[in-house]
């Protein structure tokens, strides 16, 4: 909870003026003026910051539209790599054990929260110079938690169905012999 209370502090907010007339809408709308400044910070995906306000993506992305606050997904956003992917990589015999712990460790470079699989296949798509499609990384981190193979190199969060992963210590150990 005290991370959450530092976050809050590093934004700022607007609220209309239409807002400030009607006590009813005011909580609703400092909610969601609190998580468009955190999703233009990009410290919350579009999925994340919806769920502040407790509206639906598409609502957030047109609040945060209409505020001035756009552009892509920040898991989609190019970005300067400490070392490229290239689709041969490969770590234990799985080139998809070296994409996924590629993502999640230059995720956790730019301080981007944790991923789902979808996200990690988004990053991988725009940061490497080929795509990698969200339902085959999914099988694999599906396929992973089945066996219990790899699931020491990710740290897994759940919040209902949905899954992030956070690159754990071995899996950063694991990210540097990427075809060593």
């Keep these: 909870m005290e991370d959450q209370f530092c976050l809050m502090t590093e934004i700022s907010i607007d609220i209309s003026d239409s807002a400030l007339r009607k006590p009813e809408k005011l909580s609703k709308s400092i909610l969601m003026s609190a998580a468009v400044a955190l999703y233009k910070k990009e410290k919350l ?23 001035g606050v756009g552009g892509p997904d920040p898991f989609e956003k190019k970005r300067e790599v400490s070392r490229p992917l290239t689709p041969f990589d490969s770590l234990e015999d799985s080139r998809y054990l070296a994409r996924v712990l ?12 944790p991923m789902t699989a979808s996200d990690i296949a988004k990053f991988v798509t725009a940061n490497s110079g080929f795509e990698i499609k969200q339902t085959n990384t999914a099988r694999f981190l599906r396929e992973c938690r089945q066996s219990g193979r790899f699931e020491d190199c990710w740290v897994v969060s759940q919040d209902g169905p949905r899954r992030t992963y956070a690159i754990s210590e071995v899996g950063r150990e694991l990210v540097l012999g990427i075809n060593e």
């Design 45 to 67: 995906t579009a999925e994340e910051a919806a769920k502040i306000p407790n509206v639906s993506k598409k609502r957030f992305l047109e609040t945060a539209k209409a505020r």
């Design 102 to 113: 590629w993502a999640l460790n230059e995720a956790e470079r730019f301080s981007l929260p």
